[in-house]
Each structure stands twice: as C-alpha cells, then as structure tokens.
C-alpha cells in the first residue's frame, strides 16, 4: 500500500453487481494511473487503502484463479 496524493479529478467509486443491497461491501476506484484505491461503502468519508496497479492485479488475478475459495 502506498499514499496517494489528492488530485483535482475525484475518483469514480464503484460497487460490484454482485454486492448484497445491505450496504455491507466495498468500493474500488482509480486513483491514479499507478494506483487502485478501495474504501467501505458505509463510511464513504473515512480513510481509502491504496495499492499499485501490480498489488490490484496480483489481487484480482487471484480472485478469478480462487485462491480464497474455501
């Protein structure tokens, strides 16, 4: 995880389709060109965890192989 500096451009914050309407999920955005950042869609103003492009990926990339299926 890295900081990310604050850019004029907001970032557009999205939820996955697959997310439950109980407001208990994520939100993903682009941060920068080199950085995704994810916060809790219930606190929409408090702190956002930023990772490289290379951690998303790695991240994302293991998600779809099932690396965290039980």
């Given at each position: 995880m890295?900081?990310?500096k604050s850019t004029s451009t907001a970032p557009t914050w999205r939820t996955s389709s697959y997310s439950a309407s109980n407001g208990n999920c994520v939100e993903v955005?682009?941060?920068d060109r080199a950085a995704m950042g994810v916060r809790d869609s219930k606190d929409r103003s408090g702190p956002v965890l930023?990772?490289?492009s290379r951690e998303w990926n790695v991240f994302v990339s293991s998600?779809?192989?099932?690396?965290?299926?039980?």
């Open positions: 890295r900081s990310v955005a682009v941060l930023a990772f490289t998600i779809r192989a099932g690396d965290f299926d039980r």
